[in-house]
T-cell receptor, first 111, second 109 residues
């Protein structure tokens, strides 16, 4: 059963801690994306990657980091430098010429 | 820089009325345009893309390069169309996929 999986669904973090969100896909897609979804602001691009071992900053990369060591995986780390980390995070993957497939999302809450 | 603008946060229509969700983009190159939909408690999913020129669930969208628009249309709204709709732009070579802020479509009886 092909798809894109994000885990966990809900995540709580204490202020000052780093936390890593998982995103895995078995669609053999080259490109992967991380977005942040906030009410009234739509989806804002954090990072994206076109191929393994390469990634680019999106529009709101400050306070976040990523890695792309495997084609299937694109984990996102929310660092303590991110001033307002509480949000809904979406991961997506795509191939050239086709639309993107999205995961179910991870809701991160800073407590 | 590429940008997608959806001017309406909320569009409320009666069942059976025509629907038009507006989308304008800014990009100097050759764009790929998409519409995505998010129904309540479901993941974001692709509705249609300009390259395929298809009609999905009665929705169509035409790319107008002169007006840099990609408006989503449906002649007769149904209750099940109530959802959040996002327009998206992808640049050909960089694969950067940029979304608008979304429009909530509310279809009432």
């Amino acid at each position: 059963d092909g798809g894109i999986t994000q885990s966990p669904k809900y995540l709580f973090r204490k202020e000052g801690q780093n936390v890593t969100l998982s995103c895995e896909q078995n669609l053999n897609h080259d490109a992967m994306y991380w977005y942040r979804q906030d009410p009234g602001q739509g989806l804002r691009l954090i990072y994206y990657s076109q191929i393994v071992n390469d990634f680019q900053k999106g529009d709101i990369a400050e306070g976040y980091s990523v890695s792309r060591e495997k084609k299937e995986s694109f984990p996102l780390t929310v660092t303590s430098a991110q001033k307002n980390p509480t949000a809904f995070y979406l991961c997506a993957s795509s191939i050239q010429g086709a639309g993107a497939f999205f995961g179910q999302g991870t809701r991160l809450t800073v407590v | 820089a590429q940008r997608v603008t959806q001017p309406e946060k909320l569009l409320s229509v009666f069942k059976g009325a025509p629907v038009e969700l507006k989308c304008n983009y800014s990009y100097s190159g050759s764009p790929e345009l998409f519409w995505y939909v998010q129904y309540s408690r479901q993941r974001l999913q692709l509705l249609l893309r300009h390259i395929s020129r298809e009609s999905i669930k009665g929705f169509t969208a035409d790319l107008n390069k002169g007006e840099t628009s990609f408006h989503l249309k449906k002649p007769f709204a149904q209750e099940e169309d109530s959802a959040m709709y996002y327009c998206a732009l992808r640049t050909g070579t960089a694969s950067k996929l940029t979304f608008g802020t979304g429009t909530r479509l509310q279809v009432t009886l």
